[in-house]
């Protein structure tokens, strides 16, 4: 038997030329297989056939079967790596540079006696540690003799129930609604309202399960009612943009509940109270004989036909004394447009009297703290006190 030699420097971390491109098991003789190692202390090593027969992968009396290291790269070394081809982490996983320099995270692994990969995503996209969650997650099915590529392919994500994503829904959509009251209002509604809904399973869910619960409110409560049946249908449709459900909505009104629940009332509850058209000079010069700063707000109110919120969130930016102009921007407007209000004498007079607070705050009508604007309350109250007192009726 031919003896085979090898000069091997022990220095170098990187193998001779001569076992480059060699797996770590190779034949030398006929059945007889033995393996190197890296850990010879001598400065060189014969490498002879061994003498017992037909040994396992990784054994013999002078081999020793070695663990594979993980980790290997680091996010510098990812970040940084431009040579194309496969650049091993461990376990399987490595970072796969193309020669256009399209760079990917693959995992690499034996099935049915094939090399197979799956990629786990761009490493644009996918960092190093995701990388290797993913990767721990592969070699867990294997150890289970499964196939990860198979078992992607097959996966079914769970689908939520309604709570869930109606939850998440709210959230998501939190930034376009106008103030945290809105995103209350659909909460509460989805919550109480469609408690029943909660439970089920976005694609299970009918058009019976809607109707269950709209016809209890429907009639009593027409108006929740129907912004409770818009809410659900924008859940549902969110589901179905997302491969949770199919088909027809079954909270769709037109061509579909419209045919089940009787057409909702305009003015249910019938117009708000309204004071006599008479009284309303009286009330005003109750108002002008006081000084508080809900009373200035009131009138200034009542004078620019404007709304609570838009008259207690008035800032001095957006006057204009010059031009007897207010201009109120539309994020605080109802209808998402800018606009615009001419001031009449007395209106302007208001802004006069109230110039003088303006150093404190950049509310024209400020709370008595002077930080934050008039609450609405204060109005409100003070709206009560003058008609009682001048004993009008609203």
Avoid at 14 to 29: Q, Y
Avoid at 203 to 211: G, H, K, Q, R
Wanted: charged content about 30%; overall charge positive.
């Amino acid at each position: 038997m031919q003896e085979t030699r090898i000069n091997i420097d022990w220095r170098s971390r990187r193998p001779p030329n001569s076992l480059l491109g060699l797996s770590r098991e190779f034949s030398i003789h006929r059945e007889i297989t033995v393996l190197w190692a890296f850990t010879c202390p001598d400065a060189s090593t014969a490498l002879r056939p061994n003498s017992a027969s037909k040994l396992g992968p990784g054994l013999g009396p002078r081999t020793r079967k070695m663990g594979r290291p993980l980790h290997k790269l680091s996010a510098r070394t990812v970040a940084t790596l431009k040579r194309p081809g496969r650049h091993g982490d461990g376990g399987g996983l490595y970072l796969s540079i193309s020669k256009d320099g399209r760079r990917r995270w693959v995992f690499l692994f034996n099935y049915d006696g094939k090399l197979r990969e799956m990629g786990l995503g761009s490493a644009h996209d996918v960092s190093l540690g995701e990388a290797r969650v993913k990767a721990a997650a592969a070699r867990k099915l294997r150890s289970e003799g499964l196939d990860p590529l198979d078992e992607r392919r097959n996966f079914k994500p769970a689908v939520p129930t309604f709570g869930e994503l109606a939850e998440r829904f709210v959230s998501e959509m939190e930034p376009q609604f106008r103030n945290a009251k809105h995103v209350a209002q659909w909460r509460m509604t989805l919550r109480r309202y469609a408690a029943s809904l909660a439970p089920k399973a976005m694609n299970t869910i009918t058009t019976e399960d809607v109707l269950s619960v709209l016809r209890p409110i429907w009639l009593e409560k027409n108006e929740t009612a129907s912004r409770l049946r818009g809410r659900i249908e924008r859940v549902l449709d969110a589901a179905k943009a997302q491969g949770h459900r199919s088909g027809e909505n079954p909270a769709r009104w037109r061509g579909h509940l419209d045919h089940l629940l009787p057409r909702r009332q305009r003015l249910q509850r019938g117009h708000h109270a309204a004071m006599p058209f008479g009284a309303v000079p009286e009330f005003l010069r109750q108002l002008q004989e006081r000084e508080a700063v809900a009373a200035r707000a009131l009138e200034f109110l009542i004078l620019t036909a404007a709304r609570t919120g838009e008259v207690l969130g008035a800032t001095w930016p957006e006057i204009n004394l010059e031009e007897r102009l207010w201009t109120v921007p539309a994020q605080r407007m109802k209808a998402g447009r800018e606009h615009r209000v001419p001031l009449c004498d007395r209106a302007v007079a208001i802004l006069k009297e109230m110039a003088g607070l303006q150093e404190a705050t950049g509310y024209v009508f400020p709370a008595t703290n002077r930080s934050r604007p008039l609450s609405p309350m204060a109005m409100d109250m003070l709206l009560r006190r003058v008609i009682r007192h001048a004993k009008l009726t609203p």
